[in-house]
């Protein structure tokens, strides 16, 4: 869960430096919300702090209404079963919005997890972020509304926008596939619609997040592929981080350069981008070419889908180069798993039997002999599942613990302000 077990670690190194209460408090709460019954035992022998400390951070998430009791634990060997705690469902809720460039898919959601109520808006991502997030802020409210919920309610918006994003200041920036929203602060819009925290990640990015807790824990480090209107990747470290590099434009892969094809102008104003052989639009105009016809998207996946020869030649050629890149990562980073996303990877095994094929040939024999690589287990979700436990985390992370902890009459800000 995020830098969980790193920030464990740290508590164990040496019990003499007194943790910051807060950063102690976030490890308590998290790993309660790793699982769905955690006892004052459990909590003690993770963290290696005394059981009067977590007795301690147990009360004043308790106090806030942060956790709550979940009744008896495991029964053990002997004795009555302890009292076991969970996140508690009741504080609040979170909101998602996974931005791609044609539909938003929207969630409300508890802190343990559970799905309160979705929602979809159909329009593509080029209207520009004033009329886009307003009718987002206006969906929420509604979805809110409809469960007797309003805006205090929200602890916190986790937004996944399909391009470049600077994590730090909440903002999409030079984004090829999102004319107007260069600079746009998407943090600050939300915040100060309704007050809460605000997180904004680049959408492959928490696809990769969500794939990697399906896992819980096994398969890491995790390096996810989606390939659709653009080309992008996501990592997930060994410890369970989402590597976002110094300005969050780790794994952007899309515009890394493929050598043989220096001459095919990206939208990102270059040339022999990756996103220009292999997004799903760039396939589309290959087909046309060969075919001498005008193929639109789902024109493409319909003529995959029945093996017409010419579709499914450029498809495995571009299938080629994504493998290529990736063989260049799979050296680079070590993955345990790559996990191949997109509408277009899941009507066809050729994609994924390319790339393995290419990956294995070309990348180094130590980095592959454990390696696997599949299809995304989430499919459309991945981003929704990985916004939310983006937001959760966010929730329970020290500033987020703080912010919710604060007395009364505090003039802490949200994050996005």
């Known amino acids: 869960m995020g830098s969980l077990w790193t920030e464990v670690g740290l508590l164990h190194q040496d019990q003499n430096l007194a943790p910051d209460a807060v950063a102690a408090r976030s490890v308590v709460a998290r790993l309660i919300a790793d699982d769905e019954q955690v006892t004052r035992t459990d909590l003690v022998k993770a963290t290696g702090l005394a059981r009067s400390t977590i007795e301690n951070h147990l009360s004043i998430l308790l106090e806030y209404g942060l956790i709550e009791d979940a009744g008896p634990g495991p029964q053990g060997s002997r004795g009555r079963p302890a009292q076991a705690f969970r996140v508690s469902p009741s504080k609040g809720v979170v909101l998602v919005a996974d931005v791609s460039s044609r539909t938003t898919r929207l969630a409300v959601t508890t802190l343990d997890k559970q799905v309160v109520s979705r929602g979809e808006i159909k329009m593509d991502v080029t209207v520009g972020p004033d009329q886009l997030l307003g009718e987002i802020a206006s969906a929420f409210e509604a979805m809110l509304a409809e469960g007797g919920l309003g805006a205090q309610d929200v602890l916190v918006i986790s937004v996944g926008l399909p391009g470049p994003v600077d994590a730090k200041l909440g903002m999409a920036v030079r984004p090829p596939l999102m004319p107007g929203w260069d600079g746009f602060g998407v943090c600050g819009y939300f915040a100060r619609h309704f007050g809460c925290d ?191 436990i983006s937001g959760i985390e966010q929730v329970l992370s020290p500033r987020g613990i703080a912010y919710h902890t604060r007395p009364a009459g505090s003039t802490m800000q949200p994050l996005g302000l």
């Not at 760039?282 to 003529?303: K, N, T, W």
């Not at 579709?311 to 980073?333: M, Y």
């Not at 191949?340 to 002999?369: F, H, K, M, N």
């Open 198 to 388: 605000v997180i904004v990640d680049n959408d492959v990015h928490l696809m990769a997040l969500g794939e990697a807790r399906s896992y819980r824990g096994e398969h890491l480090p995790l390096l996810m592929i989606s390939i659709g209107t653009g080309v992008g990747g996501g990592f997930v470290s060994e410890s369970g981080n989402l590597l976002h590099g110094a300005d969050g434009a780790a794994a952007d892969i899309g515009h890394s350069k493929v050598p043989d094809m220096k001459d095919l102008l990206c939208r990102c104003g270059s040339h022999g981008c990756l996103e220009a052989v292999a997004s799903i639009s760039a396939m589309a105009a290959r087909v046309s070419a060969v075919r001498h016809d005008d193929v639109g998207e789902e024109q493409l996946f319909e003529l995959l889908v029945r093996g017409d020869p010419a579709t499914v030649s450029v498809v495995r050629e571009s299938a080629t180069v994504v493998g290529q890149v990736v063989a260049d990562l799979v050296n680079f980073c070590n993955p345990a798993r790559i996990v191949l996303g997109g509408a277009i990877t899941q009507c066809t095994e050729d994609i994924l039997a390319q790339v393995r094929s290419v990956v294995y040939q070309q990348a180094q024999p130590l980095a592959t002999r454990n390696l696997s690589l599949v299809h995304s287990t989430l499919g459309n979700e991945a981003g929704l599942i990985g916004g939310m």
